[in-house]
């Protein structure tokens, strides 16, 4: 799966409003940025990297896992396989959108 269809299929899981009120970068490396802009109305979702509230980093590959439920967020935190600057209390809401 290619960035542009990752960002399509987090558009759908997003919507028009997430329930965010922030902003939230998934940083996915040479691979590329999703930037999940939660304080628009509505929501918008693009790969412009701008400065976010939340930066989750982590590989594309892992993300995809993440995404398809084969991956547990709070696992791959602790084993460093998903990194998060920003806000902690962010990154907590995502795991309803997302």
Known sequence: MGIDE???????????????????KFDLGSDGVIFVDGKSTPNAVSNDDKDADCTITMTLENFLKLIAGDLDPTTAYMFGKLKISGSMGVAMKLSKVI
């Open 6 to 24: 990752l960002t399509n299929k987090i558009k759908e899981k997003v919507g028009t409003n997430s329930g965010l009120d922030a902003t939230v």
